[in-house]
């Protein structure tokens, strides 16, 4: 799906669904920007727009149109026997909140920005995409006033994505911090792994889009305005922080890893503790029993009158010796 618009510098709709042999006419209108979204478009038509329209150089395009394992931000200035205009290509990546498969999943974003145009690249419907096209169709705040502008749009949107995402992976945490205390069973070791898997990914997906939004919050690229550069540093900011956020939910987690393997530690010295007492409360029955068990003919307790009831007695007695000791130095 292509959907294209181009807009005023006063960030009002101009037109909308515009054929692809009118867009360079408008790329050389300056008082228009143009912002063209391909959303699961085939590798043909991806490279009709990048390539027939816009002129992009091959390497940004095979990166485009290919899965990259990182996000980057690559600066492009034309050469001699290039075509294009100067312009930032980047790869971010959305996160999926629903955690599918037991993971987080991520949508990658590719940006084109140049000084009058922005090109967006996903193969799936991106939640952040959809806001950001709303936001400049109502025109009420004058988002798409320049291409800029929209692509801090996006960013900050894909960036509060990930706050869903946060939201209901403190709820498990928590889940599994009640559990871990009420019913420490070995299924919850499994969740505490996999949850501590699904963090480290969190944190994996963070950390590099961490660094590429870093450039911008600096001040990097001359295509990003001087007074929007505070803005870029905000949602920097707040993926820093989520980044924190993620890091104490892994602290979190190996807490509560330990204090499972106390507790599991705790029950199993409990049962050992009990199988001991066991052993030791029965500990007389056995001696009297295998005593007087071994039936020698010399044995005078074998021919006594009273010699059985006198091993019974004896078994009680020293039974129940053990257990006042036991009791007395509180061990049972």
Request: glycine share 4%.
């Amino acid at each position: 799906m292509i959907r294209s618009f181009a807009f005023t510098t006063q960030g009002r709709l101009h037109s909308r669904d515009i054929e692809m042999f009118l867009m360079p006419s408008l790329l050389a209108d300056t008082n228009l920007f143009l912002w063209v979204d391909l959303e699961d478009a085939t590798p043909e038509e991806a490279r009709r727009i990048l390539e027939g329209v816009f002129h992009f150089h091959p390497l940004s395009v095979d990166d485009c149109i290919h899965v990259s394992p990182s996000p980057k931000v690559d600066v492009y200035e034309p050469k001699e026997d290039d075509r294009f205009a100067p312009y930032l290509f980047m790869v971010i990546h959305a996160v999926d909140y629903s955690r599918k498969d037991g993971a987080f999943a991520t949508s990658e974003l590719n940006f084109f920005l140049g000084r009058n145009f922005l090109v967006t690249f996903h193969a799936v419907p991106l939640r952040s995409v959809q806001i950001v096209e709303e936001r400049c169709l109502k025109s009420t705040v004058h988002v798409a006033r320049a291409p800029d502008r929209v692509a801090h749009a996006l960013l900050d949107s894909l960036v509060e994505n990930y706050r869903p995402a946060l939201e209901e992976l403190s709820l498990e945490i928590a889940d599994l911090e009640t559990q871990v205390l009420q019913n420490p069973g070995p299924n919850i070791l499994q969740k505490i792994i996999g949850v501590k898997k699904e963090v480290l990914h969190l944190r994996q997906i963070i950390g590099p889009q961490r660094d590429v939004l870093a450039r911008f919050a600096r001040g990097e690229f001359k295509l990003i305005r001087g007074h929007l550069v505070p803005y870029y540093r905000d949602v920097y900011d707040g993926l820093f922080h989520i980044g924190e956020r993620a890091q104490s939910y892994s602290d979190s987690l190996s807490g509560i890893l330990q204090v499972y393997l106390n507790v599991s530690s705790n029950r199993t010295g409990e049962v050992v503790k009990v199988l001991t007492m066991i052993t030791i409360i029965t500990t007389p029955l056995m001696i009297v029993g295998t005593w007087y068990g071994m039936n020698f003919k010399n044995m005078p307790e074998l021919d006594w009158r009273w010699g059985y009831s006198y091993a019974v007695v004896l078994t009680v007695l020293s039974t129940a010796a053990t257990l006042i000791y036991f009791r007395r130095k509180k061990w049972l």
